[in-house]
C-alpha cells in the first residue's frame, strides 16, 4: 500500500543515514522526493534509486548553514515537486570534542546553524504555504539528547536538540488552526555514520543491537501518512537493548 501516494516531500540532510533512508522510504511508500544536502554526487545516486521506482527525485545541493542557499533550495523544490505536503528537517552535525571548554565558538555556531536554525528557516519558507493550502506535515529530527542532555551528545549538540522541542511546540501553535502540524522524532542510538565522531566510536556488536537508520525512516513514514486530523507531536524512539545507550 503506498501511504504517501502523490505526497511531494522534502528531506534535508539526504546523503547519509536517516535522511537517506527516510527519502527512500517515503519514496517507497509513493512519494516526490526533493533531496538536500551538501554532497550532490550521493544525492544523484540516491535520486537515480528513486527514480528507479517510477518517482521523481529533485537534486538540491545546498549547505543548510547558510541561509541563502535555503532559500535558493526551497524554490528549486517547489519548481521541481510543484508544491511540499511534508517538510523533514533532519540535516544534522556534531564534533569529536564535546565538553563546554573544548568546544569553540565557531564550533557552537555551526552545530546549532546546522541542527536548529536551518529547522526554523525551512519551516519559515515552506509553512505559510502550508497553512495557505491547509494542510501540512512538518517533521523535525530530534534526539535522546534532546530529552537527556549529556557529555556524550555533547554541550552543542544536546543544546540544538533541545531547541527542536521549542520549534516543534511553536509550529503546532501556529499551523494547528489550519490543519497544519508538527512532530519531533527522537531517536536514541543509530548505527549511522555520525558515531564516527564519537570520541570513542562504538564496536561493530554494539552497532549491530543498535536500531537502523531504516527504523527512524519508518517512523517519519507512520508520522506523515496518518490522516491529517492526527498529530503525533513526539516520539521517542529507543534501542530495544539499553545497554548499547
Known amino acids: 500500500m503506498n501511504r504517501l501516494e502523490n505526497k511531494k516531500i522534502v528531506v534535508t540532510g539526504a546523503s547519509s543515514g536517516f535522511g537517506e533512508a527516510i527519502a527512500l522510504a517515503c519514496a517507497q511508500a509513493g512519494a516526490d522526493v526533493a533531496l538536500v544536502a551538501r554532497r550532490a554526487d550521493k544525492l544523484e545516486e540516491l535520486a537515480t534509486r528513486i527514480r528507479g521506482l517510477g518517482r521523481t527525485a529533485v537534486v538540491c545541493a545546498c549547505d543548510v548553514g547558510e541561509q541563502a542557499q535555503i532559500e535558493a533550495t526551497v524554490a528549486a523544490a517547489r519548481a521541481g515537486l510543484g508544491h511540499i505536503d511534508v517538510l523533514v528537517n533532519n540535516a544534522g552535525m556534531n564534533v569529536s570534542h564535546r565538553r563546554i571548554d573544548a568546544t569553540s565558538e565557531d564550533e557552537w555556531q555551526r552545530i546549532i546553524n546546522v541542527n536548529l536554525t536551518s529547522a526554523w528557516l525551512f519551516t519559515k519558507n515552506i509553512l505559510p504555504e502550508m497553512v495557505a493550502r491547509r494542510e501540512g506535515t512538518i517533521i523535525n529530527i530530534g534526539s535522546k539528547a534532546a ?99
Open 147 to 245: 530529552n537527556y542532555p549529556s557529555l556524550l551528545a555533547g554541550v552543542a549538540y544536546s543544546a540544538s536538540k533541545m531547541g527542536i522541542h521549542a520549534l516543534t511546540r511553536v509550529t503546532n501553535e501556529e499551523g494547528n488552526p489550519h490543519m497544519v502540524r508538527a512532530c519531533t522524532i527522537n531517536p536514541g542510538v543509530a548505527a549511522t555514520p555520525i558515531l564516527e565522531l564519537r570520541p570513542k566510536p562504538p564496536t561493530a556488536e554494539d552497532r549491530a543491537k543498535m536500531m537502523q537508520a531504516d527504523d527512524v525512516a519508518a517512523a517519519v513514514v507512520f508520522a506523515a501518512s496518518l490522516p491529517q486530523r492526527a498529530n503525533v507531536e513526539r516520539m521517542d524512539l529507543y534501542p530495544t537493548d539499553v545497554s548499547v545507550g
